[in-house]
């Protein structure tokens, strides 16, 4: 049962909010209950959109975002954003099961992508007090600082999401993934 219900539809969320939903159903074909939730507070929901809609065209690719947000949801505990990216993950980005499985435990096959997950995972756990080992290692793999603030942009999108689902209780609208970690 959620807590902080999803908008009923488009047109029963706030005005403010009708502008930014009407532009994801257009995007996805369909408004899932995360963006029905922030639709409850207009500026919420511009804020994650603006943000989202950055960061997507910044230069980390497809891959490397949903790897990112299912380390980051995985390692908060968030099934809603779990459910979302394993499906976003497979169907969009092609990442593999394999792969998939992987981004949970923040790691993956490709060294360089590898190497962003680790950091993503230790800003994380460390609330951002990352260590200069953890920097360096991140910029040997290849990741220049512009880079390496995207994966702390995409850390910090990816709680705010993971956050939102926690409170709201988002009922799941995409297949049910399981969080292997208790939150």
Do not use: W
Not at 47 to 64: C, H, P, Q, R
Not at 126 to 147: I, K, M, T
């Amino acid at each position: 049962m959620p807590r902080i219900a999803p908008t009923a539809s488009i047109e029963a969320s706030p005005a403010a909010a009708q502008p930014g939903l009407k532009a994801v159903n257009g995007k996805l074909g369909s408004v899932p209950n995360l963006f029905r939730v922030l639709a409850n507070a207009p500026a919420a929901l511009d804020g994650y959109l603006g943000f989202s809609g950055a960061l997507g065209a910044g230069t980390l690719d497809i891959k490397t975002r949903e790897a990112i947000a299912l380390t980051v949801a995985e390692a908060n505990g968030c099934g809603y954003c779990l459910a979302a990216h394993s499906y976003i993950a497979a169907k969009m980005a092609k990442i593999s099961a394999d792969d998939i499985a992987k981004a949970r435990t923040g790691h993956a096959s490709d060294a360089k992508t590898d190497a962003a997950l680790v950091f993503a995972k230790k800003i994380v756990e460390a609330r951002g007090h990352v260590a200069e080992s953890d920097l360096a290692a991140v910029r040997a793999a290849g990741f220049d600082n512009a880079a390496i603030l995207e994966i702390v942009a995409h850390v910090a999108l990816n709680t705010l999401t993971n956050y939102v689902n926690e409170v709201a209780a988002t009922p799941v609208d995409f297949p049910a993934v399981k969080p292997s970690i208790a939150a």
